[in-house]
Structures are given as C-alpha cells and as structure tokens.
C-alpha cells in the first residue's frame, strides 16, 4: 500500500514537473527572453534581454527628444548647466583637440567644447573638432537644428553610431567624453573598451555620469525628489512619466563612484580618479590611455 501511494506521488511530481517546464517554454511563467540564449541586463528596475534593452533605450530617446533640453533644465533647476561647464574646463581641450562626445545627443558637451577653444581654433588648418556620435536619429536631429541656430557650423560633425561598436578607426581621437549617455548603454564594459580603442597614446578619457549620493543623509530627500517629483514632471512638461520613471530607475542601476572607476581600469585606463559634484548626484571620471 505504501509503495503503492509512493509510486503515485513520485509519478505526480514527475507530471508536475513536465507542466512546469511546458509552461516555461511557453513564456507564461516568466519573460521570454528569460529562456531565450539573450543575455540578461537591465532596463530601470526591470529585467530585460540584451536586444530588449537597445530597443526600449532607443525609445526612449526618440519620445524625449524635442523636449529633452527644456526638462533637463526644470528637473536640475538648472545646475546641469553648471556641472557640464566645470566638466569642460577640467577637459581643458586645446586649440587642436580632436574630441569625440559619445551619447552626445542634443549637443551640450559639444557646444562647450567649441565655445572653449574659440573660432579661431575651429578654422585653423588641422584645428579643434569635436565629432557627435549618438545611436538616436531624433537625438541628433535637435542637435543639428540647436548647432545651426547657435551658429555653429565649423569644427562639428555629427555621426549616428553605437557606443559599442563605434565606426572610428583605432587611435583617432585625443579626447573622449560621454556625459549622461554610458548608463543608458547596454553593455558599458564594450563601451569602455572601444573608448580606449579609438583614443590616441596619451588620449583622456572623461565620463559625467549621475552617481552614488553621499552622505547617506542625503539619500532619502534625493530619494523623494527621484521618484515622488520627476515623473510627474515629465508627465506634466512632456506628456511623458515612463520615460523619466526609467531615468531615475537607471540611475540607481547605474555602479557607484568607486565601482565604476574599477571598471575603467579593467578597460585599461590608469591615472583613473573621479570627483564628485552636487554631493555625489553627479559624478566625473577620468582615465588616460597610456
Ligand atoms: C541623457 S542623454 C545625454 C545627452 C548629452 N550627452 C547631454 O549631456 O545632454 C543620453 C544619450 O545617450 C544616447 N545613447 C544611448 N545609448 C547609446 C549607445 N549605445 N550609443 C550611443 N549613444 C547612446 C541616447 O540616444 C541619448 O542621446
């Protein structure tokens, strides 16, 4: 009798467990691409597959594009503006840098830049130039339509392109900046090991990126500045919550200062150190190709 009822039971589990895994299979358990061969990774708080990802960044972007200046003002009160100029001086770029500002959307790193070395730079033979590169189409387009009216037109290309597989021959650039872009980018360690590629012998790398609060007190009114005000924000200035639902949601994803220098290092940067700006809200690092 107990042999018998242990036979049921072991058959029981065994049709348990081919159900289980038909359902599997079939995605109503868990996401799809949880089955599939893509990688894993991230998007906001959610998982996703690697391709997922790309797609729902791209997104994104496109739907935040003609209002992206205008938030990025009300969502700072402005300071960006400020973190961005302090970004450029320590860049320092000469009168013949070649720069290359990956995730460069609408083109405020760009703008300082040729701001920075001046006309005269731009116009010299073999002068200052800084070539854009984004992966979003819309991005771009506001920042050739913003270039165009601020009367910027020498010393700037612009250039569609993934950060992880950025169409540059090897070694042909002096500098290279990415600021707010290289949370957004799906495999960052690919990002980081084409930014050294593409840089010279001697070449800086430098990334602004939102970071890791400090002190810890700090962290529950940015918390509730985060989440309690920024989506309703953009739900209120662009019609859009999701989009800034997921900014604050990357941003927590995103490795902290000491984290994210390590990764640099591993690219293999050296003289890698960062500093911190707005107690952490955002932070800049720094790296050589040596
Ligand atoms: C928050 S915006 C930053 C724009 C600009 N750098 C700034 O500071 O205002 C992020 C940009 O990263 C771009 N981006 C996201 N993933 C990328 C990738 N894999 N390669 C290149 N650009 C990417 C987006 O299209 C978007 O324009």
Known sequence: MNYLIFR????????????????????????????????????????????????????????????????????????HRVWKDEFMKTLAPGPRTKLLDVAGGTGDISF???????????????????????????????????????GHSSGISWVEGDAQELPFPDKSFDCYTIAFGIRNVVRIDLALT?????????????????SKVTPPELESLYDFYSFQVIPPMGKLLAGDWDSY???????????DQEKFAGMLKNAGFRFVKYENYSFGVAAVHSGYKL
């Open 8 to 79: 049921k039971m072991k058959s029981l589990r065994t049709c348990l467990r081919i159900h289980q895994s038909a359902l599997n299979s079939c995605c109503l358990v868990k996401p799809c691409s949880t089955y599939s061969n893509e990688k894993q990774t991230h998007f906001g708080f959610k998982d996703v597959g690697e391709k997922e990802k790309k797609e729902a960044v791209l997104n994104v972007f496109h739907s935040v594009a003609d209002t992206y200046d205008l938030m990025n003002d009300a969502m700072s009160l402005g300071i």
């Open 112 to 150: 300082r830049f040729l701001d920075y070395v001046g006309k005269d730079a731009l116009n010299a033979e073999n002068g200052a130039h800084v070539t854009v590169c984004d992966i979003n189409k819309s991005m771009l387009g506001v920042g050739e339509a913003r270039a165009h009216k601020l």
């Open 194 to 210: 084409e930014a050294f590629r593409v840089l010279k012998p001697g070449g800086r790398f430098m990334c602004l990126e939102f």
């Open 245 to 255: 639902q997921y900014l604050v949601e990357s941003i927590r994803k995103f490795p």
